[in-house]
């Protein structure tokens, strides 16, 4: 039987393409008042973001 090793999510910015591990320091983040906390990319600002696994 095989192990894969397994990978940390990485979520991804649907506008310019920037990826990075989900919840890591290189993301940023903005306030919403009606949405809450949002993950925003900090390469072009977008908050378009997704997750990959």
Do not use: I, K
């Not at 940390?8 to 649907?14: A, R, T, Y």
């Not at 919403?32 to 997704?50: A, F, I, K, Q, W």
Request: net charge negative.
């Amino acid at each position: 039987m095989s192990h894969e090793p397994s990978r940390q999510p990485q979520s991804h910015c649907v506008s310019c393409g920037y990826e990075a591990a989900t919840g890591g320091d290189d993301w940023e983040f903005v306030e919403s008042p009606s949405l809450g906390r949002m993950t925003s990319c900090p390469e072009c600002g977008s908050t378009n973001v997704t997750l990959r696994r």
